[in-house]
């Protein structure tokens, strides 16, 4: 059983680009999250999806943006990259219903030059 | 606005003895709390959770406690093991089940032998 998978693992870009994240998540979960996590910090919010709608959304701006797919699984979408978009982005999934813990992958480290 | 906080950065206790790790939060209406470790290169795994109905949740060597007056938790693992040096986060939600999760910083825990 597969847990909660992100490609790619490590990514370099440059101030200015725009980047695509993404992830599948675990079996049997339709929900999915993203965190950022910059170094030393702990992940923060970003936004969730359930049933390909955005429902929650933290304090990030409309740079960050989303998407899920009849599959559940997602992409993270970051444009216009700044310097301090660096850090590890971490994808979490769960289900909508129920009181289930979220489930982590191991994250993207992106780095922008 | 740091909601959650965890002042320590990091731990050394010794193999066998005890580890307490603390988290303190200042959003009163947080009602639901979460400790997750996290291995380099891994995502965060759940560890323990508590409702803010409880004042304390056990699960073999880790204990929770919870003391809602003072906005206080702690985590506390007995005997430690050296598998249990990793990165600690404290995390608050407002209802169990929840994908929007609020971290502390972290606090990396050494065990030594």
């Known amino acids: 059983d597969a847990g909660v998978t992100q490609s790619p693992t490590h990514l370099i870009k440059t101030r200015g680009q725009q980047v695509t994240l993404r992830c599948s998540p675990k079996?049997?979960?339709?929900?999915v999250s993203w965190y950022q996590q910059a170094l030393g910090q702990g992940p923060q919010f970003i936004f969730q999806?359930?049933?390909?709608?955005?429902?929650q959304r933290g304090n990030f701006p409309d740079r960050f943006s989303g998407h899920q797919f009849p599959n559940y699984s997602s992409e993270l979408n970051v444009n216009a990259l700044l310097l301090g978009d660096s850090a590890l982005y971490l994808c979490a999934s769960s289900l909508a219903l129920g009181n289930e813990k979220l489930f982590f992958g191991s994250g993207t480290q992106l780095s922008v030059l | 606005d740091q909601q959650v906080k965890q002042n320590s950065p990091s731990l050394s206790v010794q193999e066998g003895r005890i580890s307490i790790l603390n988290c303190d939060y200042t959003?009163?209406?947080?009602?639901?709390f979460l400790w997750y470790k996290k291995y380099p290169a891994e995502g965060p795994t759940f560890l323990i959770s508590?409702?803010?109905?409880?004042d304390k949740n056990e699960d073999g060597r880790f204990t929770v406690f919870l003391n809602k007056s003072a906005k206080h938790l702690s985590l506390h693992i007995v005997p430690s093991q050296p598998g249990d040096s990793a990165v600690y986060f404290c995390?608050?939600?407002?209802?169990?089940?929840?994908?929007?999760?609020?971290f502390g910083q972290g606090t990396r825990l050494t065990i030594n032998p």
């Open positions: 959003n009163s209406m947080f009602d639901y």
């Open positions: 079996s049997g979960h339709d929900t």
């Open positions: 508590i409702s803010s109905i409880k």
């Open positions: 999806y359930y049933e390909e709608e955005e429902r």
């Open positions: 995390a608050a939600s407002r209802l169990e089940g929840a994908q929007k999760l609020v």
